[in-house]
């Protein structure tokens, strides 16, 4: 399974971008789905996750209120529209995916297959 993940860019605080990750198989379809982004110097950290059946949603408290993960109809894509974004948004945001298709992960380990991530910059 290979995941492609687009969109990102330079955007002026306060405004907003909408990232994009692409399966390369529709068996991607089941699988949960999250965002994780890297900022530099520091550890990867959770941002949002839906799950395999999309009926459960999670988002990191920063998240809250200004990111909305969602997904395609094949379900193969899974997006994160990213509103109001703020310089400490900056970071390097992966996506990755769960092959339990009623799973629904916040930490790193629970991933099984992860994208090359897509670099955000918010500038002041």
């Known amino acids: 399974v290979q995941l492609q993940a687009s969109g990102g860019g330079v955007v002026q605080a306060g405004g907003s971008l909408r990232l994009s990750c692409a399966a390369s198989e529709r068996t991607v379809s089941r699988y949960g789905k999250g965002w994780f982004r890297q900022a530099p110097g520091k550890e990867r950290e959770f941002v949002a996750a839906i799950s395999g059946s999309g009926r459960t949603i999670y988002y990191a408290e920063f998240a809250k209120g200004r990111f909305t993960i969602s997904r395609d109809v094949a379900k193969t894509t899974v997006y994160l529209q990213m509103n109001n974004l703020k310089p400490e948004d900056t970071a390097v945001y992966y996506c990755?995916?769960?092959?339990?298709?009623?799973?629904?992960?916040?930490?790193?380990?629970?991933?099984?297959?992860w994208g090359q991530g897509t670099l955000v910059t918010v500038s002041s």
């Open positions: 990755g995916a769960v092959s339990d298709p009623t799973s629904i992960q916040t930490t790193l380990r629970g991933y099984d297959y």
